[in-house]
Structures are given as C-alpha cells and as structure tokens.
C-alpha cells in the first residue's frame, strides 16, 4: 500500500510518530497520519470531531500503532486538508471516510471516532455496511440531551475547563481555521442528530466509551438504561475522570480497553496506571461476541 503523493509540502515538525502524508480524494488534497511500519493486523481509522482536525487524536492512535494499522486523516474541510466546494454534513463525510480507505486500498476496517466521528461512523456503517468491521464509539454525544443550541453551547464550555489545558493548544488552530460560521453550522447539525439512540441500531460489534465527567452525555447509568432497551451489539465502558475528549485526556486508558475490546476480552482496568483514571465496564449487548 504506497503513500499517495500531491506535492504539498508536510509539517516541517511531525506531531507523532507516526507518518505524515498527503493524498487526493475527490479531486481535494488531503493530509493524513498513518502507522510508519504497518503491522500485518487490522485497518483501525480514526475520526475526529466537529472544527478539529486528526491531532488531538494523535495520543490514542500513536499507542495503537503497532498493534493496527493506524490511519488518522483529517477529513476535507478540517485541518490541513482542502475544502470542498459545498461543506460536507455527516452522510457526506461518510462516504468520504470510505473513499479514502478505497484510496489506501483497505476493503473493511474498524472505525474509532470521537465526538462527531461517531455519526460519522454510524452514517458509514449503515450506508457502506461491508466496509466497516467494528465501531468504537467515544463520547457519542447528540440529540435531545444537547438541545436547544444555547445549552450544548453552554455544556461545550463547561468541558472545555475539565479538559487538559494543553487541548486548547491543539484545538485552537484547527477552530480558526475552521471558522465561526462553519462551526456553528455543523454544531447545529449534531445536536439534531440522537447519536446515544441510534448506536443500539448497529450490526457489528460496537465499543462505547464515555466519561463520567462528560457534559455533553448522559451520565453513565442513562446511557446503560437506553442501551438495555433492545438487543444489541455493544459493550459500554466508563472511565472514570474523562470529559468528552478522551482520546486526548486518557489515551492510555482508552488504547488498553480498545485492545482488550478487539481481542473479546474480558474489560479490566489498566494495570500500567494505577491510580490514574479507573476504566470499567457497565453494559454488554446481548448480540455482543462473548468474552475469550
């Protein structure tokens, strides 16, 4: 699988270890991250949120490194890469997301998303169903807890002082370059969009991650009730002391339950960080693979 090449020049300071690359999708130059020696294992791709580019996913996805190959682009309209001639919603960001593993020659891989990547994904899952293999939801948020708009924006604040100062340098930039209206744009979009109830509608083993410090989500035990109301694929997993942007905040933890979901097996707290942040599960599917 060669790197695509489209002659823009690259960050003259990588931000990771891993590789940095350019390609083209759609006619539209497109900057993406990706494992510099691939192992022989599972495509994982990482989606990013609204306004962000792939950056602040980079903690989670450079531990994942060498157990999958890790691919973390920035979608067009975010970050590094082009703009599309008309912004792109959630479907079109989907289906976006799998030319780009059409690109990378990858026919099914297990998508991790954050924030807006996760109806990024659940879009991805139900309008390509074959390319997707499993789901990793992080801090799923939308729908009538984020309504109206006045208090998601108010709830989006009040993450922004639980998360780690050093977020706000990474997420920033990617906001500026973004731009208000786009942001506000966007943000609207999500809040219609009831992420929490449609995640139980997937068909493919399906991770949930939330933080018990998140304001954008339900808390921990309205999101078990909701998923206990059909049978369904997921396990849901809580970290303790995590905020919404758990990719970034807790990479450890969320990289060791990760592995132990792709593995079925049993989800226990990190061993490396005692101490630190507390990662259990509250809720398995019915339709969940058992534990190996």
């Not at 001639?85 to 059409?102: I, K, Q, S, T």
């Not at 998303?113 to 939801?137: F, K, Q, T």
């Not at 208000?180 to 997937?202: I, K, N, Q, W």
């Amino acid at each position: 699988m060669a790197a695509a090449r489209t002659g823009r020049p690259l960050p003259r300071r990588p931000a990771s270890a891993l590789a940095e690359r350019w390609t083209r999708i759609d006619g539209l130059d497109v900057f993406y991250r990706e494992s510099p020696d691939p192992p022989d294992s599972s495509v994982m791709l990482h989606l990013h949120g609204f306004g962000l580019s792939g950056r602040y996913l980079l903690p989670t996805a450079e531990r994942l490194r060498d157990d999958f190959h890790t691919l973390v682009p920035d979608l067009p309209g975010f970050g590094r890469s082009d703009r599309p001639a008309a912004p792109l919603e959630v479907p079109g960001l989907a289906d976006v997301a799998v030319r780009f593993l059409d690109d990378r020659g990858v026919e099914r891989a297990t998508l991790v998303g954050n924030s807006m990547g996760c109806p990024v994904i659940w879009s991805a899952a139900y309008r390509h169903p074959d390319r997707v293999e499993r789901a990793v939801l992080v801090s799923p948020a939308g729908g009538v807890h984020n309504q109206p708009l006045r208090r998601a924006i108010r709830q989006l604040a009040q993450d922004g002082v639980r998360e780690p100062p050093t977020m706000v340098r990474v997420a920033a930039p990617d906001y500026l370059r973004f731009g208000v209206p786009s942001t506000v744009r966007l943000f609207r979009a999500l809040t219609g969009f009831p992420m929490v109830e449609r995640m139980t509608a997937l068909h493919i083993p399906t991770l949930v991650v939330i933080g018990d410090r998140d304001p954008l989500m339900p808390g921990p035990a309205r999101v078990r009730e909701l998923s206990r109301r059909t049978d369904n694929h997921i396990l849901l997993v809580v970290i303790e002391g995590a905020a919404h942007a758990i990719n970034f905040s807790h990479p450890d933890e969320l990289a060791h339950v990760i592995r132990l979901f792709m593995a079925d097996r049993p989800i226990v707290d990190d061993p490396a960080s005692p101490g630190i942040a507390r990662a259990y599960e509250l809720y398995r599917g019915t339709l969940h693979p058992p534990r190996r």
